[in-house]
């Protein structure tokens, strides 16, 4: 929970809260369509990690 916690506030803090929350809470295509949190859950962290970095500037 804390790294989603952690992906959830750089993402916030890069491209605002409501990109963030929409990024979370919609299927991400690098993580083949699965959404973030499950990514996370499932241990795939660092594939997670990966995709939120495709969001930072």
């Known amino acids: 929970m804390q790294a ?3 992906l959830l ?7 605002g ?3 963030a929350r929409l ?3 919609s299927s991400c ?3 083949d ?4 949190v499950k990514a996370i859950i499932e241990d795939r962290y660092k594939e997670t ?3 939120a970095n495709a ?3």
Do not use: G
């Not at 506030?9 to 491209?15: H, K, N, P, V, Y």
């Open 49 to 51: 990690r990966a995709a």
């Open 55 to 57: 969001m930072l500037p």
């Open 17 to 19: 809260e409501h990109v």
């Open 4 to 6: 989603a916690i952690r």
């Open 9 to 15: 506030t750089e993402l916030s803090e890069a491209r």
């Open 29 to 31: 295509l690098w993580l």
């Open 33 to 36: 369509e699965d959404f973030q």
């Open 23 to 25: 990024w979370f809470n």
